[in-house]
C-alpha cells in the first residue's frame, strides 16, 4: 500500500496500481484549503476512485452511489483517461469534481447553477478551465 502521499493516503487507496492518476489527485488535494481537506478526511463516507477505461463518459462524476450499508453516499469516481491527458485538463477535471463533493453537488455563493459552481470553486483552487481540452 503506499503511503508516499502523506496524509491522502486513506483518500488515495484507490491509486495504488494507479500511480499516475493517485499522483494528479494528490496534487490537487494538496492545493486545497485546510478546511476543505479537513472535510474531506474527516468524512468517513468521502471516497475517491476510478474507474475502467471501458466506461463511456465524457469525465469524471460525482456518483451518490447508494451501497447496501450506505458507507459510500459521497464519492467520486474517476476516469483513468485522466491519467493520459493533458495535466491541467486533468487536475482541472479532478478539481472540478471534488469541488462538487464539497458542495455536495450543490450551489455556491451566487452560483446557483452546480456545474458553474464548481467551476469557480475549481478555478479559485487554482485549477481553471482549460481553454483546450487535450
Ligand atoms: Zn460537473
Redesign the pocket.
Known sequence: MSSHWGPFSRLLEAFHDQETLGHRVAKVLSALPPEVQDDFLEDPRFRISKVGREVPSSHGT?LALPTPDGQCSRCVVLKQRLASCSESFGLYVIA??LA?AYLRNGSWGEYQD??EA?DELARQWGFPRPRRFF
Do not use: Q
Open positions: 460525482v472540478h469534481e462538487h452546480p456545474e464548481a
